[in-house]
């Protein structure tokens, strides 16, 4: 079963840095696209940043020039760096990604379960 976990995430001040780690695991064959999306209380999930396997990355205007999105294709993993974080980051934080199981010939889309970010002023 394939799953992606992620670490990282916590409270902090306006101003500061956070880094979230999120890795697969499991038996699969090949990841395609990874990304990180957030849902803040009473909003829906938004993309926040996303990378293919080749390196060429995406971001949300609001998180542009403070996030940085980065992966380890050898290791499975993905993160995100963010810096400057105002309290409009506030969210929880998903990690996504578009994996090819070992069982199937086709990509699928997992989703870990989330870390929590909260950015006090």
């Known amino acids: 079963q394939v799953q992606l976990v992620e670490s990282g995430g916590g409270l902090v001040q306006v101003g500061g840095s956070l880094r979230l780690s999120c890795a697969a695991s499991g038996s699969f064959l090949s990841i395609n696209a990874m990304g990180w999306y957030r849902q803040a209380p009473g909003k829906q999930r938004e993309l926040v940043a996303i990378?293919?396997?080749?390196?060429?990355?995406n971001y949300a205007d609001s998180v542009k020039g403070r996030f940085t999105i980065s992966r380890d294709n050898a290791k499975n993993t993905v993160a995100l760096q963010m810096n400057s974080l105002k309290p409009e980051d506030t969210a929880v934080y998903y990690c996504?990604?578009?994996?090819?199981?070992?069982?199937?010939?086709?990509?699928?889309?997992?989703w870990g379960q989330g870390t929590q970010a909260t950015v006090s002023s």
């Open positions: 990378i293919t396997s080749s390196g060429g990355t």
């Open positions: 996504n990604a578009d994996i090819r199981p070992s069982y199937i010939s086709t990509f699928r889309d997992y």
